[in-house]
């Protein structure tokens, strides 16, 4: 079964609007990370949280994480067409013999209409 | 700098055929990764190179799937007598650190 498991699977916004997409993992994790898509090609890296971290940001970008309930959010404030993307959330296990290997969620398609 | 390249961008084969896929890291990420991603999912982890150690090959789907990096840089992902259920983009990502860095991905059609 999946490692991450992605909330909701689909999102359909207006500019302007925020939109927050959420994450669920189940075994305890070293590190977390975001990860966009367009267009089913290749993946571009957004944000990183730590296991010992509870919230980031980075530019219109905000990633909070709660070990405690194993899961993760991304909001994305004032979203603009050019957000149009899946977003995958990604896992570094911990205690894992393989540094770095993530294990990603189904995705969350996000749809900004202009 | 130059970012992960991959080569074919796209790659359409008859089943029953052998194809190589083909991945140039970042100069100088030890780290190399191969994922499969079929239409509308996440990503498949298949194989990790990392460095001199010996590869994780614990996501490969078959023996039908195989993967070397030769000289700690280029990677190449063989899959032989190639199914139509093998039809995916496969990507190929390097990293030094945590970050992962994807090339833009190899869509394989098996016919």
């Known amino acids: 079964s999946q490692q991450g498991e992605?909330?909701?699977q689909a999102l359909s916004i207006q500019e302007g609007e925020n939109a927050t997409m959420n994450c669920s993992y189940?075994?305890?994790i070293n590190n977390l990370q975001w990860y966009r898509q367009n267009s089913g090609r290749g993946l571009v890296h957004l944000i990183l949280i730590r296991s010992n971290e509870?919230?980031?940001h980075s530019g219109r970008l905000r990633v909070t994480l709660d070990t405690s309930k194993k899961s993760s959010s991304l909001l994305i404030t004032a979203s603009r067409a050019a957000d149009t993307a899946s977003y995958f959330c990604a896992t570094d296990l911990a205690g894992g013999t393989s540094y770095g290997k993530l294990t990603?969620?189904?995705?969350?398609?996000l749809t900004v209409h202009p | 700098g130059a970012?992960?390249?991959q080569s074919p961008s796209n790659k359409v084969t008859e089943k029953g055929k052998d194809v190589e896929l083909r991945c140039d890291p970042i100069s100088g990420h030890t780290a190399l990764y191969w994922y499969r991603q079929s239409l509308?999912?996440?990503?498949?982890f298949l194989i990790y190179f990392q460095g001199n150690s010996a590869p994780d090959k614990s996501g490969l789907p078959s023996d039908r799937f195989s993967a070397e990096r030769t000289g700690g840089?280029?990677?190449t992902l063989t899959i032989q007598r190639t199914q139509q259920e093998d039809s995916a983009?496969?990507?190929c990502a390097s990293s030094i650190a945590e970050t992962q860095y994807f090339g833009p991905g190899t869509r394989l059609l098996v016919l």
Request: no cysteine; aromatic share 6%; glycine share 18%.
């Open chain 1, 54 to 56: 509870r919230e980031k």
């Open chain 2, 3 to 5: 970012g992960v390249s």
């Open chain 1, 6 to 8: 992605e909330d909701p």
């Open chain 1, 104 to 109: 990603f969620g189904q995705g969350t398609i």
């Open chain 2, 40 to 44: 509308g999912q996440g990503l498949e």
């Open chain 2, 89 to 91: 983009v496969y990507l």
């Open chain 1, 26 to 28: 189940k075994t305890s």
């Open chain 2, 73 to 75: 840089s280029v990677s």
